[in-house]
């Protein structure tokens, strides 16, 4: 089977005020002699920029000071996958009530919230080439590598699975809170994270090469600082050999996590098996796969999706049936599908975390003690 992983990004929480706290460098000054900041792009540094510290705990800084990442082993079962996310949640938490802060997975921060950005060379020279933009962003997301065996494999799984990313993240939606306010959105970090330069759904690349000539080209342009910023909704690591599947929220919940996991390698493993047999991709264009993201971000499960068979929009749980049929045969070989099947089905019984959030806040009446209800189920 092949191996995957998961990245989560975490918020920093006043468990009085509910509000996002920049501390990260205070929280992980005292974390397996962590340096203050560290410079985790996942990337090499820009060149002259100063070197990135080695990783030497599975906590590390992201772009701003009031959020935390933890990272996953390779694994190739969903039990050891969700035993790791539930042993980081806790050991984050931990490194966070040192400092008298507890974390919470929420996409974006419910309450108003200055976002100050990390003191890394790399993160500062981002904040002062994007500006407002990058200012103002304060989201935390779910990234799950999965391993591909060359170049040539990771983009044709790239081509393949653009149709159905949309319908993954829709499952991970937790962000419907932006500055005290509803947004509207089930996924509001979808739509500030799209503001800045090379995010969302990309065409298909046919080759390797060509994959490679659009990122030099990108970087050419002189808007991206380096390959690091290539934000695709899907893309190669330039560090491992996977696909970095990008999408989703960061999860309320580790069991919606694991679901999105288990997808995103089903999704790799029927592309890749597609590829082998000179199966070609689909041409939808990135601007109708952008409409989809855009659909799923605003009403998740609890509405339409756009059905990447047809192009047209259809109940979110026609789309998320075909979806798993779709990778049916993937997730059997695997061991996961009665997982994937059970958790889709609690998924839309139960609303993702943002119904959640949402549901929280009708009980509470209050943005603060929703938040505070989050940080509790988060390391559940």
């Known amino acids: ?9 975490f918020l920093l929480i006043d468990p009085q005020s509910g509000c996002a706290v920049p501390a990260a460098p205070q929280v992980l000054a005292g974390v397996d002699d962590v340096p ?7 990337d090499d540094p820009q060149p002259g920029a100063a070197p990135a510290y080695p990783r030497r705990s599975e906590l590390t800084m992201e772009l701003q000071q009031q959020m935390i990442e933890v990272a996953t082993p390779p694994r190739t079962e969903l039990a050891a996958l969700a035993d790791d996310l539930h042993r980081l949640r806790r050991t984050a938490d931990a490194a ?23 003191p890394s060379p790399r993160y500062q020279a981002i904040g002062r080439a994007l500006a407002i933009a990058c200012d103002e962003q304060l989201t935390c997301g779910c990234h799950v590598h999965v391993a591909v065996s060359s170049p040539d494999e990771g983009v044709a ?8 990313l949309p319908a993954v993240a829709a ?5 419907p809170f932006w500055n005290g306010v509803d947004t509207g959105y089930a996924s509001y970090r979808t739509q500030s994270w799209s503001r800045w330069p090379a995010t969302g759904p990309t065409e298909v690349f046919g080759s390797a090469a060509a994959y490679r000539r659009l990122v030099d080209d990108m970087i050419g342009t002189g808007t991206l600082l380096d390959e690091g910023m290539v934000y695709f909704d899907a893309r190669l690591s330039r560090r491992y050999p996977t696909v970095e599947v990008r999408v989703a929220d960061v999860c309320l919940d580790v069991a919606d996590a694991v679901l999105v996991a288990a997808l995103c390698r089903a999704l790799v493993d029927t592309a890749a098996g597609e590829w082998r047999a000179g199966a070609p991709a689909s041409d939808e264009p990135a601007a109708l796969l952008r409409l989809a993201s855009w659909r799923s971000s605003r009403s998740g499960t609890d509405g339409e999706l756009v059905d990447p068979r047809t192009g ?4 979110a749980p026609e789309v998320l049936a075909a979806l798993v049929h779709h990778v049916e045969a993937a997730l059997h070989a695997n061991g996961d599908l009665d997982v994937v099947r059970e958790s889709i089905r609690r998924v839309l019984e139960q609303g993702t975390g943002a119904r959640a959030q949402r549901e929280s806040v009708a009980r509470h009446g209050r943005l603060d003690a929703m938040v505070l209800e989050a940080v509790e189920r988060t390391c559940a």
């Open 36 to 42: 203050a900041w560290s410079d985790e792009s996942g």
């Open 171 to 175: 499952v991970a939606t937790n962000s």
């Open 96 to 118: 966070a009530r040192r400092a008298g802060l507890r974390v919470a997975a929420l996409g974006t921060s419910p309450l108003p919230a200055r976002p100050r950005i990390s």
């Open 157 to 164: 799984v790239l081509d393949r699975i653009r149709p159905w």
């Open 1 to 9: 089977m092949r191996t995957f992983g998961v990245e989560e990004e």
């Open 312 to 315: 047209r929009l259809r109940p």
